[in-house]
């Protein structure tokens, strides 16, 4: 049987741990990978030069023929050519994982066995751009994989198959992204050792159950303090390391880096944002009353919940831990965190 030529696509380190799982295998799996596709390049890093994505730093390591088109629209020229070429590979299949680019229906179907899409969530809970975010901002307890049949909607194909991972208290989006892009990884080349089966077995989506994780903008980082702990410690975790949790004192940003989980234990009748405690484990913010405690007489102050900030930093400085701001001047118990800049 002549191996499925395949098109790989994608950008970042998400896709990268994929493709680089399938180049391991394709012989085990009777592929071989014709083509890979990624976003152009990109400036980056305080010289703005270009640089190549990771999943193109992938395929040029293994001398695989990399394309990079800004569209595959075929109402402009260099759509029209990026489709040419396209079929040019003869692929029968096309994997895409965070590649970024829209892909028109007539891409979708040029391959024989269409286009599957690595996607980092439990299909349909979160579709969009930021799927691994929105789960942790939401408070999800697990997430997951999803291989899908891509359609011409928005992560709303058929699903071919899917594999859980659980969120645990202190998973950043960092380190569940890392987890996501093995279990990724993992998930596709299980398809591809049957993919007429999956394909066969493929179930509809509910799409009540849908939800849309919007993509990522800076000012989302910005502390609301009268939230309640848990939310704003799942905002501090699910916005690491962009664009980050960030508020204001004095009128100078800061950002906070890191906290501990959420002592339910530890009240407080201050107001949110202040700084209840400078100490050497952790600083105490005073945060807003949960939701729970919002039916109850608001005549009586009811005490609010604390939060731990356990790493952050000032404007212009390096990150600090709890220990070297309790031996510094920086912070002190009573100072106020705003959520606006002056």
């Given amino acids: 049987m002549q191996p499925l030529r395949v098109v790989f696509a994608g950008t970042p380190e998400f896709a990268a741990t994929s493709l680089e799982a399938l180049i391991a295998q394709q012989d085990a799996l009777n592929i071989i990978i014709v083509a890979v596709y990624t976003q152009p390049d990109r400036k980056a890093g305080r010289g703005q030069k270009l640089s190549a994505s990771a999943v193109k730093q992938v395929a040029l390591a293994h001398s695989l023929p990399v394309e990079q088109p800004a569209t595959f629209k075929k109402s402009v020229t260099e759509g029209i050519a990026a489709r040419e070429t396209l079929r040019s590979y003869q692929p029968d299949l096309m994997i895409v994982a965070a590649y970024g680019l829209i892909l028109p229906i007539g891409v979708l179907t040029m391959p024989t066995y269409g286009c599957l899409n690595i996607h980092a969530s439990l299909l349909p809970r979160w579709r969009g751009a930021a799927p691994i975010h929105r789960a942790i901002l939401a408070g999800d307890k697990e997430t997951g994989i999803t291989i899908m049949q891509m359609d011409k909607g928005l992560d709303t194909g058929d699903m071919l198959y899917k594999v859980s991972c659980v969120i645990d208290s202190g998973d950043t989006a960092t380190g569940l992204h890392d987890k996501l892009a093995a279990l990724g990884a993992t998930a596709i080349t299980t398809v591809l050792q049957d993919l007429a089966g999956y394909q066969q077995q493929a179930i509809s989506q509910d799409n009540s159950?849908?939800?849309?994780?919007?993509?990522?903008?800076?000012?989302?980082?910005?502390?609301?303090?009268?939230?309640?702990?848990?939310?704003?410690?799942?905002?501090?975790?699910?916005?690491?390391?962009?664009?980050?949790?960030?508020?204001?004192?004095?009128?100078?940003?800061?950002?906070?880096?890191?906290?501990?989980?959420?002592?339910?234990?530890?009240?407080?009748?201050?107001?949110?944002?202040?700084?209840?405690?400078?100490?050497?484990?952790?600083?105490?913010?005073?945060?807003?009353?949960?939701?729970?405690?919002?039916?109850?007489?608001?005549?009586?102050?009811?005490?609010?919940?604390?939060?731990?900030?356990?790493?952050?930093?000032?404007?212009?400085?390096?990150s600090v831990n709890a220990e070297q701001i309790c031996h510094g001047n920086q912070l002190n118990d009573g100072d106020q965190f705003s959520n606006d800049a002056p």
């Fill in 209 to 318: 159950e849908a939800n849309y994780a919007e993509k990522l903008v800076k000012t989302e980082g910005e502390i609301d303090w009268s939230q309640p702990a848990a939310v704003i410690e799942r905002h501090i975790r699910g916005l690491t390391p962009w664009p980050g949790a960030y508020t204001f004192l004095q009128g100078q940003r800061v950002k906070i880096l890191a906290s501990l989980p959420v002592n339910t234990s530890q009240q407080t009748h201050e107001t949110a944002g202040k700084v209840v405690s400078v100490g050497r484990k952790a600083i105490l913010v005073a945060c807003g009353i949960a939701a729970d405690d919002s039916q109850q007489d608001n005549s009586i102050q009811q005490p609010a919940g604390t939060i731990a900030i356990t790493e952050l930093q000032f404007a212009g400085s390096k």
